[in-house]
């Protein structure tokens, strides 16, 4: 305890023998004035207390009240720079982990789309073939006996539309 303590009642500041007690009221008492009240009594507010002998074995919570407020700074100062500490390292952590799991995320997000892309490609290239094919059945065709041959499904305009290629073919054969 420092010099900070003093009886409330006489005023004295601690000497060798005596001894100094803090009530939970908040008062504090050297062992004369103590024993000159009635017991588990208050001298000054008279309110029902227990008492605390105050000495170095006396609680850290309770000791810090009788600090100066130099030393209380430098205690705490170091708590909580550990304390700061501490949840850096765990904050640090816990950002990295996450950053992990987005970088797997984001290399999963990638694989999927090159496989999307994959895919409409060959869908692409699937329909191209179909359409050809499909193109292909619904041209009108010439019979080996050279009549023509169109399919039901032909239109007129089709029907139109092969008659000149076949003329302009036989035009041309004709002039080589």
């Keep these: 305890m420092t010099s900070r303590v003093f009886c409330n009642r006489c005023f004295q500041p601690p000497h060798r023998t005596s001894r100094f007690s803090l009530t939970n009221c908040g008062h504090v008492y050297c062992d004369i004035c103590l024993h000159k009240g009635k017991k588990d009594e208050c001298l000054i ?11 170095k074995h006396t609680d850290l919570s309770i000791q810090a ?4 407020i130099d030393g209380l700074c430098t205690k705490y100062s170091k708590e909580t720079s550990q304390i700061s500490e501490f949840q850096e390292k765990h904050k640090r952590r816990l950002l990295a982990f996450y950053r992990e799991k987005i970088s797997r995320l984001e290399e999963s997000l990638r694989k999927a789309i090159l496989q999307i892309e994959q895919l409409q490609s060959m869908k692409s290239s699937q329909q191209t073939a179909f359409n ?3 193109n292909s059945m619904s041209m009108p065709l010439a019979k080996p006996t050279g009549h023509l041959h169109l399919l039901p499904s032909s239109s007129d305009s089709e029907r139109y539309r092969y008659i000149n290629t076949q003329s302009s073919r036989k035009s041309l054969n004709q002039h080589l």
């Design 45 to 55: 507010c008279k309110a029902p207390c227990c008492t605390v002998l105050l000495s």
């Design 65 to 68: 009240f009788f600090m100066g």
């Design 132 to 134: 050809t094919i499909k």
